[in-house]
Every structure is written in structure tokens, then in C-alpha cells.
């Protein structure tokens, strides 16, 4: 079965930078685009960042453009979202997504999604 799991998330002060992952399990997700959604509470899901399947075409929300940096480890089909500056406004829960581009990946379009890791910037 095809899974997606995250993890690195925690409580981290405001200014402080996080790096969180995404494995992805069951087959090999080397041919997909990946990417990272976030819900705040009380808010909809929003898209954070998409990668390409090797990795040479990123895009990036306009509220992390320039904080936040998408790589992938096609070897170890696990994904990472470094977020440097983070702020409480960056508190959310981050979700890890699959699909086959990044502009799909950018519209939430059939994508596969993870079951999210928790972070939490206090001020």
C-alpha cells in the first residue's frame, strides 16, 4: 500500500529554522511530483512548495518564497521542506503530497496525501 509519512515536526520559537520529511513507502514514487500543503487551524488547506520527479524544477507559495527550501532524495523516495525565519503565522499542520507534476501538485489535483506532521512557531 502506498504511503506517505512525515515527520519532523515539533514546537520551535519564532525566528528558528525546521527541516521536516516525507517517505514515501509501498512503490517507488521516483516518476511523481511531491510536494507540501499546510492547514492553520480554522483556515483551508494551502499549497507550500512542489518539486519535480528529479528534482530541477521547484515552486514555491508566495508566504514561504525566499524561507523555505523543497529537496528530494529520489534513493531514499523521501522529500524535505527546510523552512528557515519561521513565524507563528507558520504554525500548521504540514501535509506531504504525490502527483504527477508540480502544476497538479500546485492545485491539489489527485494528489496522494500524507497524514501530516505538526508545527508549531511560538512568538
Given amino acids: 500500500q ?5 515527520s519532523g ?3 520551535v ?11 514515501a513507502s509501498g512503490r517507488t514514487f521516483s516518476d511523481d511530483a511531491m510536494g507540501w500543503f499546510r492547514q492553520a487551524p480554522g483556515k483551508e488547506r494551502e499549497f507550500v512548495a512542489g518539486i519535480n520527479f528529479n528534482g530541477r524544477m521547484t515552486r514555491y507559495a508566495d508566504t514561504v518564497k525566499g524561507r523555505a527550501t523543497i529537496s528530494r ?8 521542506l527546510q523552512m528557515n525565519s519561521l513565524q507563528p503565522e507558520d504554525t500548521a499542520v504540514y501535509y506531504c503530497v504525490a502527483g504527477a507534476s508540480v502544476p497538479r501538485v500546485m492545485v491539489g489535483r489527485d494528489l496522494r496525501w500524507g497524514q501530516g506532521t505538526q508545527v508549531t512557531v511560538s512568538s
Avoid at 502506498?2 to 512525515?6: A, C, F, G, I, P
Fill in 9 to 11: 515536526g515539533g514546537l
Fill in 13 to 23: 520559537q519564532a525566528g528558528d529554522s525546521l527541516t521536516i520529511s516525507c517517505a
Fill in 73 to 80: 532524495d529520489t534513493s531514499e523516495n523521501t522529500i524535505y
Fill in 2 to 6: 502506498d504511503k506517505l509519512v512525515e
